[in-house]
């Protein structure tokens, strides 16, 4: 057993999802409970009903293991990010390009969550940064139990920046805090600029939002006024830098948010 | 498809909480979902139906508290109801709007046996 979690191992099979076919009963939806259970022997518990008051939030395992990695975070002063976009949108080319460029300035450890391969890591690793990979395996995106096991490997060191890359996937990722100190939502030109209105609770969770591959502006039809506008509606707090991983335009923006987090004392 | 993690996450503390009873049998679910919780019920009922099956949830009746989502206006104070965080305030047309409810997603009471 997990001593820090009390879980039973650090196995990736947190879900238990039964074939269709292994049980007999028929699949209506929410089976009406009409056998009125008549257990006339050997049961031992009790026959009548107890109502219990439950009022808890779904998600409170994950939000109180996620507020124990931020104690972590905290306490080491690490500054923990977690960078979340479609599929290709260019998270890693964006850490590839920053942990080359400001390497001797800041020291870095990054989480790579990926379903399957540890091709991200590999890039990660080729720049010379310490990386730990999750595979989640069909898991579409990362939970604070998984980043907790992660850091008991890495040990990150304190006063670093650590970056955590999530499973590319606009949708569940949104609803899962990692204990990070800001969520970083990264989209690029070529994926339309409807993207803040079919994804809000991204962009409403997020604090900082990287439009990348700015490159290719005057290739695809992006009408930037109108992401930021949407992007801005969802989430009237959002920044918004515009980079190109390729070219490296605007990246000193990015490098100067980045340094303000890091520097910036303990607030209040 | 995070409804399954969440109908995982549900099972999970309902079960928790029925054993703490002594309970075997969890005969009924209250869950309180808000509008803008990210749920799609749709995913949420199939997931569902595949999850509970071999718990002790396998024939719960679930009933579902869909909250709707409420905002307050930051640039003129109104509230109303909304479905879409990038909603406009009714009175004044403006984005600035702080969520005052609809992202409950919460088990609210079991009926256990
Ligand atoms: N033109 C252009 N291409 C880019 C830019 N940034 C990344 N790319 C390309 O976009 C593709 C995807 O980039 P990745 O960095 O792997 O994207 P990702 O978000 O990490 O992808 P996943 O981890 O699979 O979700 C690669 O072929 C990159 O070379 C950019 O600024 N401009
Ligand atoms: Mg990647
Ligand atoms: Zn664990
Ligand atoms: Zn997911
Ligand atoms: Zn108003
Ligand atoms: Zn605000």
């Known amino acids: 057993m997990c001593a820090t979690c009390g879980c039973d191992s650090g196995s990736k099979t947190t879900y238990k999802l039964l074939d269709k076919d292994d049980h007999d009963h028929p699949h209506t939806h929410v089976h009406p409970h009409t056998q009125d259970h008549a257990h006339d022997q050997d049961y031992s518990h009790p026959a009548q009903k107890t109502i219990i008051d439950v009022e808890q939030d779904v998600l409170s395992q994950n939000n109180l293991l996620a507020q124990r990695n931020r104690g972590y975070f905290e306490g080491r002063n690490i500054l ?17 390009r920053t942990l080359n460029d400001l390497k001797s300035e800041l020291e870095f450890a990054v989480i790579e969550g990926d379903q399957q391969t540890t091709n991200d890591a590999d890039r990660i690793q080729a720049t010379g940064t310490k990386v730990t990979q999750i595979n989640t395996g069909k898991g579409c995106h990362l939970d604070a139990h998984m980043i907790l096991h992660a850091l008991q490997g890495m040990k990150p060191k304190e006063n670093s920046v650590l970056f955590i890359e999530n499973v590319g996937n606009l949708v569940c990722p949104a609803m899962f805090d990692l204990g990070e100190k800001e969520r970083i939502v990264i989209i690029s030109v070529t994926e339309g600029d409807d993207k803040p209105l079919k994804y809000p ?13 700015i490159d290719l502006l005057p290739y695809v039809p992006f009408d930037m006024e109108k992401v930021k506008s949407n992007a801005k509606k969802v989430n009237h707090h959002l920044e918004i830098i515009e980079v190109s991983c390729i070219s490296g335009e605007g990246l000193p923006l990015w490098y100067n948010w980045l340094k303000s987090k890091v520097l910036q004392p303990e607030t209040v | 498809m995070h409804e399954l993690s969440i109908v995982m996450n549900i099972i999970q503390i309902a079960e928790q909480q ?76 403006e984005h600035l709007l702080d969520i005052l409810q609809g992202t409950e997603l919460r088990v609210k009471s079991l009926t256990v046996s």
Not at chain 1, 89 to 94: A, E, H, I, Q, V
Request: a negative charge; hydrophobic letters at 40%.
């Open chain 1, 201 to 213: 609770d991204m962009f409403h969770s997020s604090t900082l939002c990287i439009i990348n591959k």
């Open chain 1, 80 to 96: 923990a990010l977690n960078l979340v976009s479609s599929p290709g949108s260019g998270k890693t080319s964006l850490l590839e």
């Open chain 2, 18 to 93: 029925a054993k703490a009873a002594n309970a075997s049998v969890v005969d009924e679910i209250e869950l309180d979902i808000g509008t803008m919780s990210g749920i799609d019920m749709d995913s949420m009922d199939f997931a569902w139906e595949q999850a509970v099956k071999q718990t002790m949830l396998q024939n719960s009746v679930r009933k579902v508290n869909r909250i709707k989502a409420k905002a307050k206006c930051l640039d003129c104070g109104a509230e109303f109801a909304i479905e879409k965080y990038y909603d406009a305030c009714p009175a004044c047309g």
